[in-house]
T-cell receptor, first 111, second 112 residues
Framework: DAGITQSPRYKITETGRQVTLMCHQTWSHSYMFWYRQDLGHGLRLIYYSAAADITDKGEVPDGYVVSRSKTENFPLTLESATRSQTSVYFC??????????FGSGTRLTVV | GENVEQHPSTLSVQEGDSAVIKCTYSDSASNYFPWYKQELGKRPQLIIDIRSNVGEKKDQRIAVTLNKTAKHFSLHITETQPEDSAVYFCAKGGTSYGKLTFGQGTILTVHP
């Protein structure tokens, strides 16, 4: 689905650096989400947003910051990357409590 | 009340056999239960979903059943094919802000 895009697809960064993962959707969906996927843990919710300027923490928010100044964008920032944040990150959007549509994911490696 | 337990974690079947994956939950508020399929290196994709006012839903070779009293729901795949090999995730939601809570995933392998 070209309607939700993530960038970059792959990123290698060093411990302690700040890195931002981008997510953009073209449907004007109200709800947007960030998940991380790790072996043995499935998909865990980091942050979510119900509308522009409304965000809230999920299950594993520590070390992450989000913003949503526009409905279509929901960037995720790692303030000071740690090796434990090496993961695949998926952004998703939905409307009216329906199922999600996921982006293609960002594979982040922290060295 | 947040977790979803998914079983089995791995499932291996012969082509043409049926596959069943089961998920259980404990809260009473959830009323939306989707299933996602994730092929290797790709994004999870919604394959079927069910809401709490329905007990069963079918779409060709896949079906989902829901028992709200017992708090479990299952994915059934009939006449499996090698292209069904993937990781399958159940999820529950329908409560606050459209959040979904996912199960741990089942790795399904269909042998030709």
């Amino acid at each position: 689905d070209a309607g939700i895009t993530q960038s970059p697809r792959y990123k290698i960064t060093e411990t302690g650096r700040q890195v931002t993962l981008m997510c953009h959707q073209t449907w004007s969906h109200s709800y947007m989400f960030w998940y991380r996927q790790d072996l043995g843990h499935g998909l865990r919710l980091i942050y979510y947003s119900a509308a522009a300027d409304i965000t809230d923490k999920g299950e594993v928010p520590d070390g992450y910051v989000v913003s949503r100044s526009k409905t279509e964008n929901f960037p995720l920032t790692l303030e000071s990357a740690t090796r434990s944040q090496t993961s695949v990150y998926f952004c998703a959007s939905s409307e009216d409590r329906d199922g999600y549509t996921f982006g293609s994911g960002t594979r982040l490696t922290v060295v | 009340g947040e977790n979803v337990e998914q079983h089995p974690s791995t499932l291996s079947v012969q082509e043409g056999d049926s596959a069943v994956i089961k998920c259980t939950y404990s809260d009473s508020a959830s009323n939306y239960f989707p299933w996602y399929k994730q092929e290797l290196g790709k994004r999870p994709q919604l394959i079927i979903d069910i809401r709490s006012n329905v007990g069963e839903k079918k779409d060709q070779r896949i079906a989902v059943t829901l028992n709200k009293t017992a708090k479990h729901f299952s994915l059934h795949i009939t006449e499996t094919q090698p292209e069904d090999s993937a990781v399958y995730f159940c999820a529950k939601g329908g409560t606050s802000y459209g959040k979904l809570t996912f199960g741990q995933g089942t790795i399904l392998t269909v042998h030709p």
